[in-house]
């Protein structure tokens, strides 16, 4: 392995740590830099036992893929599933056997408490979690997070009770999350990686993302290989909407747009069906739902005002049963004293890149609407652009 100046130079820092490590160290760097690879020497060179980590089941499958063995996700790491109480349950299948037949409003009370029974009957099957008292990361000497721009303060500070110390990976230059702080690459780095690794020299994707990061507009055209392009609005077909892993958007109504076009293409009508993909839209750590993170759904069943979903993790092997609002699949607002009252899904065909930042697809197709982010536009377009893996295709 032919190491830059650059990647010694960090790794001479990240050694001086590792003398007394002690909470986070911070190693931060642009796409192509060379941080998980810098990462997984850190791990055979300097750790006895190392853990790797990432955010979604899709960010962990993309580090293990790269060479680092056992990645998982956070919420595997720390959190452990609890009994549900069934008090609730037992208290509504009371209210069902005292219902009074000649009561004028028994019809109504009947149905209520069927549909109830038959919410909270699902409920119990869906695990609720605890941050775990015993974890691998107390017998590690240290814990390599990766994709840190996703991780919330909440969970960082349920990462660090554990007193592992960690190497955070993350890049300055991608979005911050929407409506949280990201704990980590919000702080100043201990170290930054600028220079691109021979490996990655030439690669069309990083050539777009180096164009998105100094805040240049990509010409319509094809890059390197070709396995990167810009392409016209008019020049977009089905074919190529459908062979994306993931179409990346900027704003709302164009994802939803996206989403109806998607599911008509794959012959899907109204609500969710098996085998449609679905993304989480609020983080739900006692269900071990993380905001972003993205579903197949294996089972769908109309409860009257929600959705009875079972779902299995893309990217992971978890399977959830969860009650879903169905507002978000119909194009509606949650009433805000709704919220709570289930969790919420929308379809992911089409996602925000603000919603897809801590994953990676193969063959991913940007609808460039950066424009919309003003400030934000180099850091809009960088993000999605290094969201692709393989091949990269943007629409202007």
Same mark, same amino acid.
């Given at each position: 392995m032919e190491w830059t100046n650059d990647q010694e130079r960090a790794f001479a820092a990240v050694s001086k740590w590792m003398e007394d490590p002690h909470g986070v160290f911070r190693l931060f760097g642009f796409a192509g830099t060379g941080k998980t690879t810098l990462a997984k020497r850190v791990a055979e060179d300097l750790a006895r036992t190392p853990v790797f980590a990432a955010y979604t089941g899709k960010a962990a499958g993309v580090l293990t893929s790269k060479g680092c063995p056992g990645a998982? /996700? #956070?919420?595997?790491? #720390?959190?452990?599933?609890?009994?549900?109480?069934? $008090?609730?349950?037992?208290?509504?299948?009371?209210?069902?056997?005292?219902?009074?037949?000649?009561?004028? &409003?028994?019809?109504?009370?009947?149905?209520?408490? /069927?549909?109830? #029974?038959?919410?909270? /009957? $699902?409920? !119990?099957?869906?695990?609720?979690?605890? !941050?775990?008292?015993?974890?691998?990361? &107390?017998?590690?000497?240290?814990?390599?997070?990766?994709?840190?721009? %996703?991780?919330?303060?909440?969970?960082?500070a349920d990462l660090e009770s554990f007193g592992t110390p960690i190497l955070a990976l993350g890049d300055p230059a991608q979005l911050q999350p929407v409506k949280a702080k990201a704990a980590y690459t919000s702080a100043r780095p201990d170290y930054l990686l600028t220079e691109i690794v021979r490996q990655a020299e030439g690669s069309p994707i990083l050539e777009l993302a180096r164009i998105a990061r100094e805040g240049l507009a990509p010409t319509v055209g094809s890059y390197g290989d070709g396995s990167a392009r810009v392409i016209r609005r008019e020049d977009l077909n089905a074919t190529m909407a459908m062979d994306a892993d993931? #179409?990346? *958007? =900027?704003?709302?109504?164009?994802?939803?747009?996206?989403?109806?076009? %998607?599911?008509?293409?794959? =012959?899907?009508? =109204?609500?969710?069906?098996?085998?449609?993909? *679905?993304?989480?839209?609020?983080?739900?750590?006692?269900?071990?739902? !993380?905001?972003?993170?993205?579903?197949?759904?294996?089972?769908?069943?109309?409860?009257?005002?929600?959705? =009875? !979903?079972?779902?299995?993790? +893309?990217?992971?092997?978890? +399977?959830?049963?969860?009650?879903?609002?169905?507002?978000?699949?119909?194009?509606?607002?949650i009433p805000w004293w709704e919220a709570k009252d289930h969790d919420s899904f929308d379809y992911a065909y089409a996602m925000t890149v603000h919603k897809a930042q801590g994953s990676q697809w193969d063959k991913v197709l940007v609808f460039d609407e950066s424009h919309v982010f003003r400030n934000e536009r180099s850091n809009w377009l960088y993000t999605a652009v290094t969201r692709a893996a393989k091949e990269l295709t943007i629409v202007v």
């Open positions: 998982t /996700t #956070i919420h595997k790491l #720390i959190y452990a599933p609890k009994d549900r109480s069934k $008090k609730r349950l037992r208290e509504l299948e009371a209210e069902k056997i005292a219902l009074d037949e000649s009561s004028p &409003d028994f019809t109504t009370e009947l149905t209520r408490l /069927t549909r109830e #029974i038959a919410e909270e /009957t $699902k409920r !119990l099957k869906s695990p609720l979690f605890d !941050l775990r008292s015993e974890s691998s990361l &107390d017998l590690a000497d240290l814990l390599i997070l990766d994709e840190t721009s %996703m991780v919330s303060e909440e969970i960082a993931q #179409i990346l *958007v =900027g704003r709302n109504r164009t994802r939803r747009a996206n989403n109806v076009r %998607m599911r008509e293409l794959l =012959g899907y009508s =109204g609500g969710p069906v098996p085998g449609d993909r *679905v993304v989480c839209l609020r983080n739900n750590h006692e269900n071990g739902l !993380l905001n972003g993170s993205t579903w197949i759904v294996i089972e769908a069943n109309d409860l009257d005002d929600s959705w =009875g !979903l079972s779902i299995k993790e +893309e990217g992971g092997d978890r +399977e959830l049963t969860v009650t879903a609002h169905k507002q978000p699949f119909d194009d509606e607002e």
